[in-house]
């Protein structure tokens, strides 16, 4: 199955939801990067997140970054979509192997700790809109669900899932989001409490070949929904020996000269993709 994002609407207008599968964009991601399992889980569940969120931004050009920063050994998640849908990121420490939690299941919110969470939106204004919240479980659908609540004042289920085997393959990955609209009657609200609390996990519904169609039919049964628009979302670095030119110059005229005296070059590498990129001292010498 090809990783996408579905969007919809309830009739009447009360309820949006979106819902993505993303096997592909997770699995890509733990190859470049070399992930243990439980940083797979929590950059799978980040690159979800911001998947979704990418396609409430309003035009092209828009740009979402999740920052999460926490005191645990992973250190912290950084992920990057544009409007497209054109996913990257990467851990602090990707290679991380702790116990699993009480529940037989990795430890997310363990390997993350407390912290905190930055929703970064550049919408080609003067100035990105940044949203700040404290972390209040680690395990990043919860976190990302506060933020809807704290930042936007938009009441939100939020469910991401990564289920990783053993030796660390992604055998499914996706979620959802449900928000609540201003007009939300409190039959509606309540309707979706009791859904949510009956369903399988979203990797479990995955994992068994559902789609999200089939997901979002699921928690919305009984009532009408109308899936407005279905869009693919991909792991995809931007990088390029250009852009690493303008981390170069921002080290000062001292350092480049230090680099092209010491080792009469430099290496600059992507965090996000891994690749590499060298500059001989002539090339240290014109960016200087």
Same mark, same amino acid.
């Given at each position: ?14 309820v949006?939801?979106?819902a ?20 797979s ?11 979704i969120?990418?396609k409430?931004?309003?035009?092209e050009?828009?740009?979402i970054?999740?920052?999460i ?36 299941? #990795? ?27 404290? #972390? ?15 930042s ?10 990564? #289920? ?14 449900i928000?609540?609209m201003?007009?939300?009657e ?44 279905k ?16 981390g170069?110059?921002?080290l000062?005229k ?35």
């Amino acid at each position: 199955m090809d990783d996408y994002i579905i969007r919809a609407v309830t009739v009447g207008g009360q309820v949006r939801a979106f819902a993505a599968v993303t096997n592909n964009t997770v699995g890509e991601a733990a190859s470049i990067h070399n992930l243990s399992p439980v940083a797979s889980a929590a950059l799978g569940r980040t690159l979800t997140a911001a998947a979704i969120m990418s396609k409430m931004l309003k035009s092209e050009g828009n740009i979402i970054t999740i920052q999460i920063k926490g005191d645990g050994p992973l250190g912290g998640v950084v992920v990057v979509s544009d409007y497209q849908a054109n996913l990257r990121g990467y851990i602090y420490n990707p290679e991380v192997y702790i116990p699993l939690n009480s529940k037989g299941k #990795l430890d997310v919110a363990g390997a993350i700790g407390k912290g905190y969470l930055n929703v970064i939106m550049d919408l080609g204004l003067k100035e990105p809109y940044i949203g700040y919240v404290d #972390l209040v479980s680690g395990e990043i659908a919860e976190d990302i669900a506060y933020y809807f609540a704290y930042s936007e004042q938009t009441p939100s289920i939020v469910s991401l899932g990564v #289920l990783v085997s053993p030796e660390g393959k992604i055998l499914s990955s996706g979620g959802f989001i449900i928000q609540l609209m201003p007009d939300a009657e409190e039959e509606t609200i309540s309707f979706l409490e009791k859904r949510i609390k009956d369903i399988p996990s979203v990797t479990t519904m995955l994992y068994e070949g559902k789609t999200p169609e089939d997901i979002l039919k699921y928690i919305f049964e009984g009532m009408e929904l109308k899936i407005s628009d279905k869009s693919p979302c991909k792991y995809k670095c931007n990088c390029s020996k250009e852009r690493m030119e303008r981390g170069i110059i921002s080290l000062g005229k001292k350092e480049i000269q230090g680099m092209i005296k010491e080792q009469k070059g430099a290496e600059a590498q992507c965090h996000f993709c891994n690749k590499k990129y060298w500059f001989n001292a002539e090339e240290l010498e014109k960016l200087m």
